[in-house]
């Protein structure tokens, strides 16, 4: 079975500055898909951004951008100028690439980040 | 375009009472899964529908939980009886289909068991 684990539960950045959250994985499948999602408070989770496991280039969005380190099996989002809206839960999830997996995702615990004006 | 919608947003238990929780997916969403959110936890599945057949429900605690998706449209989680570990957020999502279809989630539900 596969696990993710986040080992910091919360993070705090200055306004405008970079952070990056860590994310390490558990697998020995060679194709999977791996994503970061964030979930305000009280509000639904959203998607922030997608990596498949076979593609050596780092994704990014916007100010989001990830470090897959697939032999290392770590995924990490560093989010850039931060802004008050970045506050919330990030959540790191894994998704096997076999037909057999549907779209099931395993989460990682969490990590509250926390944005200082 | 209108989001997954649930309801109810909050509901108060006692432990061996019963509740049910409602799922609207996103118009056109073949997948719609059930996922459990304890306190301080990521999210774990509970269930999975493809239209309203069961794809995967090997984490549904069989004995107390059911869920059903009749049509293939909106679905429903009932817990009975509850158990006080069973307090949590229950998100509902759902997807284009079960391939690499972005999961859009609805804002849960979530339940404290007294």
């Known amino acids: 079975a596969q696990t993710v684990t986040q080992s910091q539960p919360e993070m705090s950045v200055q306004e405008a500055e970079t952070v990056t959250l860590s994310c390490t994985y558990d697998t020995s499948e060679s194709d999977y898909y791996l994503f970061w999602y964030k979930q305000p408070p009280s509000r639904q989770m959203i998607l922030v951004i997608r990596q498949e496991a076979y593609k050596q280039q780092n994704a990014t969005e916007n100010r989001f951008s990830v470090n897959f380190q697939k032999a290392a099996k770590s995924f990490s989002l560093k989010i850039s100028d931060s802004q008050l809206g970045d506050a919330a839960m990030y959540f790191c999830?894994?998704?096997?690439?076999?037909?057999?997996?549907?779209?099931?995702?395993?989460f990682g615990g969490g990590t509250r980040l926390m944005v200082k004006p | 375009e209108a989001g997954v919608a649930q309801s109810p947003r909050y509901k108060i238990i006692e432990k061996r009472q019963s509740v049910a929780f409602w799922c609207n997916p996103i118009s056109g969403h073949a997948t719609l899964y059930w996922y459990q959110q304890i306190l301080g936890q990521g999210p774990k599945l509970l269930i999975q529908f493809q239209n309203n057949g069961v794809v995967d429900d090997s984490q549904l605690p069989k004995d107390r939980f059911s869920a059903e998706r009749l049509k293939g449209v909106d679905s429903t989680l009932k817990i009975q009886p509850a158990k006080l570990e069973d307090s949590a957020v229950y998100l509902c999502?759902?997807?284009?289909?079960?391939?690499?279809?972005?999961?859009?989630f609805g804002e849960g539900s979530r339940l404290t068991v007294l």
């Open positions: 999502a759902s997807s284009l289909d079960l391939g690499l279809g972005e999961l859009f």
């Open positions: 999830a894994y998704r096997s690439a076999s037909n057999n997996a549907g779209n099931m995702l395993t």
